[in-house]
């Protein structure tokens, strides 16, 4: 069973990981991967946030089960943050154990691109001058990432 | 049936959420977006370029050609910007 978390406070991501393949004998690798909120050549002060609170724990939870039918995971993490985060503060964190570490990059970077184009998260950023500058706007190339992984047009709409 | 908005939609419909009974030839999600679109400015605003906007029913993505029969909650929402 994955273990999925939407929060507002930061995580550890060194102690998650490590929480993977702790008290373990099987676990011969361990991947994560942090996102963090980057400054964007300093016109960036902050984002904020946005879930759809009722879908956003269901659809990573139906994200990392289809990781886990793919491969032979020893284990899934996935942490998503809500609110205001600044520059150099993670917004996303996945982690996955597995025998062997093939297994656990494909998974974790499946994880990454499903989440960024299914799991119902907004972005909207606050610019330096303390002006909101708007929604983020989702990246075809996300979408291009996603579709890699095949059967990723669940999300898309008509 | 609840409506809940999301995002952008909710900024622009000026509500995140509200029970509305559509007429019953409404049946597709589609349709509600169309019959919603009559329903004031905020509405005709959100939906304009309705092929971008993305529809749950009851906390699972669908395509607008989705049936609404026996939904408790829809949801309409901006393409995710997460991760």
Do not use: N
Request: aromatic residues 8%; contains cysteine; negative net charge.
């Amino acid at each position: 069973m994955a273990t999925i978390r939407v929060q507002r406070e930061a995580f550890d991501a060194g102690l998650e990981a490590a929480g993977l393949a702790h008290g373990r004998r099987d676990v011969g690798a361990v991947v994560s991967f942090v996102g963090y909120c980057r400054d964007e050549g300093g016109r960036l002060a902050a984002l904020e946030l946005e879930h759809y609170p009722g879908m956003a724990e269901a659809e990573m939870a139906r994200v990392a089960s289809e990781a886990e039918a793919r491969w032979p995971l020893l284990g899934v993490t996935a942490i998503h943050r809500t609110g205001r985060i600044e520059p150099g503060e993670p917004i996303v964190l996945v982690a996955v154990a597995s025998a062997h570490r093939g297994e656990a990059f494909a998974a974790a970077e499946m994880l990454m691109d499903y989440l960024k184009t299914r799991a119902p998260f907004w972005k909207r950023a606050i610019g330096t001058d303390g002006a909101v500058e708007g929604w983020v706007e989702a990246k075809g190339m996300d979408d291009a990432s996603a579709a890699r992984w095949g059967a990723a047009e669940r999300s898309k709409p008509l | 049936m609840k409506l809940v908005y999301v995002a952008w939609v909710r900024e622009r419909v000026g509500k995140s959420e509200e029970e509305l009974d559509p007429p019953p030839e409404v049946s597709t999600v589609g349709e509600l977006i169309a019959w919603l679109k009559g329903r004031g400015e905020g509405y005709a605003y959100a939906f304009e370029k309705a092929a971008t906007v993305r529809a749950a029913l009851d906390r699972v993505h669908v395509r607008h050609s989705a049936a609404i029969a026996g939904a408790k909650e829809i949801a309409f929402f901006p393409p995710m910007t997460g991760g």
